[in-house]
């Protein structure tokens, strides 16, 4: 069967106005918040040392979650401007919407709750960005606690030392290989001061207090999850122990090679790469993860061919191990306070 075909006149076809009102224009409050957002893109894309591509991330996360919750109601003037969608009532509203799970665009994976009281926080956080940027007086909301991941048993840092120990004395101590040799003085200084991976990568050898040629103290500034919302950071010095100390002088000892065939300025970071390509260049996290990482997975082969029964597994991540040792840490000045 054919069809007749239809000649389709101008009357037939959508006006330009027509099409124009068939969406919506954004209400005023998302109009201004867009421009606030251009703002930030713009700083992001000239300084991402003020705005990072993780922290634009998180701002247009937020503003899209705005952006949902206005039509399902916060107050009746949320939409009239953006110092009103930032309104206590408003704010309220939203944090509620996101709690409950009413803003999500994909399909959650995580069930633990403490991810959803993270995702608060963040929200706060981007709150408060944009309406300073924005210059609109805002009343931030209580935070919710950072919620940590669950710590392991302390025996596993011991783990960890009698297996870096072990390695080591498969040679003689002038003839151990320089990520032997790093690694021993690395672990020493998470024990001791139980820095986040941010804080090692960033040590330098002029933190290091000597005397005579073994380090006795480290001075470093915490970076702590969340940052220190306002606050100054102030740098804290830390005792080391004996043994740390001896090991961060056979390390420093190892430096000067590692680093003598580089051109230029000579790096001052305490930690450098100990193989070809990386030889004497700052490691950075991702490398110190990597081979903390390495060094886990080799314990764990360890305890399971030796058939230890256990609950845990060898923490495979720095952060795990570093809230391990330091709720340890806590247990013990509170037991002798």
């Known amino acids: 069967m054919q069809s007749t075909a239809r000649d389709h006149s101008a009357s037939d076809r959508p006006t330009t106005a027509a099409a124009l009102t068939a969406v919506p224009e954004p209400a005023r409050a998302l109009r201004e918040l867009e421009r606030v957002l251009d703002v930030f893109r ?77 995702s608060e926080r963040i929200r706060i956080f981007c709150l408060e960005r944009i309406a300073e940027q924005a210059r609109i007086p805002f009343e931030a909301p209580d935070l919710p606690p950072w919620g940590l991941r669950p710590t392991v048993s302390p025996q596993m840092a011991d783990l960890i030392t009698n297996h870096l120990e072990e390695e080591a004395g498969q040679w003689p101590e002038a003839d151990r290989p320089d990520v032997i040799v790093r690694g021993l003085a690395m672990w020493g200084v998470m024990r001791d001061v139980l820095p986040r991976l941010g804080e090692l990568e960033s040590m330098l050898v002029d933190d290091l207090a000597v005397e005579g040629d073994t380090p006795r103290a480290l001075t470093l500034v915490r970076q702590p999850q969340g940052g220190l919302r306002g606050k100054m950071p102030e740098p804290e010095t830390i005792a080391l122990s004996a043994d ?18 580089l051109t230029g300025t000579a790096p001052r970071h305490l930690w450098l790469g100990t193989r070809v390509p990386n030889l ?42 570093r809230r391990t040792l330091l709720a340890q840490r806590q247990a013990t000045e509170a037991a002798t306070a």
């Open 42 to 118: 713009t700083v992001n894309h000239k300084a991402k040392d003020v705005v990072s591509d993780a922290r634009m991330q998180q701002l247009e996360w937020v503003a899209g979650e705005l952006a949902l919750a206005l039509p399902l109601g916060l107050t009746e003037t949320a939409g009239d401007s953006l110092a009103e969608l930032l309104s206590p009532d408003a704010v309220h509203a939203y944090l509620l919407y996101g709690r409950g799970g009413y803003l999500r665009t994909a399909p959650i994976v995580s069930t633990d709750p403490a991810s959803y009281d993270t």
């Open 244 to 261: 740390t100390g001896h090991r961060l002088e056979h390390w420093l000892e190892r430096r000067p090679a590692l680093i003598y065939r």
């Open 280 to 321: 004497g260049i700052p490691i950075d996290r991702r490398g110190i993860s990597k081979w903390y990482k390495k060094v886990a997975d080799e314990v764990q082969v360890e305890q399971d061919a030796a058939g230890v029964a256990e609950d845990d597994l060898v923490p495979t991540r720095w952060e795990t191990m």
